[in-house]
């Protein structure tokens, strides 16, 4: 019953900056945390970030200091703000949501590619 849509993937150089967006809809009243994952090419599924109700967030030590995640409330969307991009960052992001009742919704996928 929550539906999520990712958008902003791309290509990008290495040092570049790239925003994702993932808009919720359905039972959002549901969901009282939303993060961002990725698969690179040969790895399993990481975290790289996550947002709580309450606003708190997680980050992927790989990722600190170089990522921000956001949330509009109004529009029911979350940010993966992505600054100095490496190759490493490469990967499939995908928007998670999770629900009261310990149910999670994800998304389809966006694709980063971070080369020269």
């Known amino acids: 019953q929550v539906q999520l849509v990712e958008s902003g993937g791309g290509l990008v150089q290495p040092g570049g900056s790239l925003r994702l967006s993932c808009a919720a809809s359905g039972s959002i009243f549901r969901i009282y945390a939303m993060g961002w994952y990725r698969q690179a090419p040969g790895k399993q599924c990481e975290l790289v970030a996550r947002?709580?109700?309450?606003?708190?967030?997680n980050y992927a030590f790989a990722v600190k200091g170089r990522f921000t995640i956001s949330r509009d409330n109004v529009a029911n969307t979350v940010y993966l703000h992505m600054n100095s991009l490496k190759p490493e960052d490469t990967a499939v992001y995908f928007c998670?949501?999770?629900?009261?009742?310990?149910?999670?919704?994800w998304g389809k996928g966006t694709l980063v590619t971070v080369s020269s």
């Open positions: 998670n949501a999770r629900l009261v009742g310990d149910m999670d919704c």
């Open positions: 947002i709580f109700s309450g606003g708190s967030t």
